[in-house]
Nanobody, 121 residues
Framework: QVQLTESGGGLVQAGESLRLSCAAS??????MGWYRQAPGKQRELVAA????????NYLDSVKGRFTISRDNAKNTVYLQMNSLKVEDTAVYYC????????????????WGQGTQVTVSS
């Protein structure tokens, strides 16, 4: 089974940017998603991308600020986060599922360990 490893999290000030990476241990032939979970809140889908990269979906609150992309040659999915806000603070996870619909529904059997993003005011 493919393993996913997130990186790129950190502590930034509001308005700054971060780029998260999700590296797979093998070839990614799956739809991919970035999710986040803040303390005391449910996990939510932040962005999703189809296997070929032709379809993407975003949480309304990040539209225009975040961009999901993938490099299948490098087995890596990215989340570029610009104009970060305090409310973006959370642990960010990537996940893989063959079916794009399941990524949109938060259903996946392959998850990374998460990377912390903290945005200060």
């Amino acid at each position: 089974q493919v393993q996913l490893t997130e990186s790129g999290g950190g502590l930034v000030q509001a308005g700054e940017s971060l780029r998260l990476s999700c590296a797979a241990s093998g070839s990614i032939r799956s739809a991919m998603g970035w999710y986040r979970q803040a303390p005391g809140k449910q996990r939510e889908l932040v962005a999703a991308i189809s296997r070929g990269g032709g379809m993407t979906n975003y949480l309304d609150s990040v539209k225009g600020r975040f961009t999901i992309s993938r490099d299948n040659a490098k087995n890596t999915v990215y989340l570029q986060m610009n104009s970060l806000k305090v409310e973006d603070t959370a642990v960010y996870y990537c996940a893989a599922n063959f079916d794009y619909k399941d990524i949109l529904l938060g259903r996946s059997d392959t998850w990374g360990q998460g990377t912390q993003v903290t945005v200060s005011s």
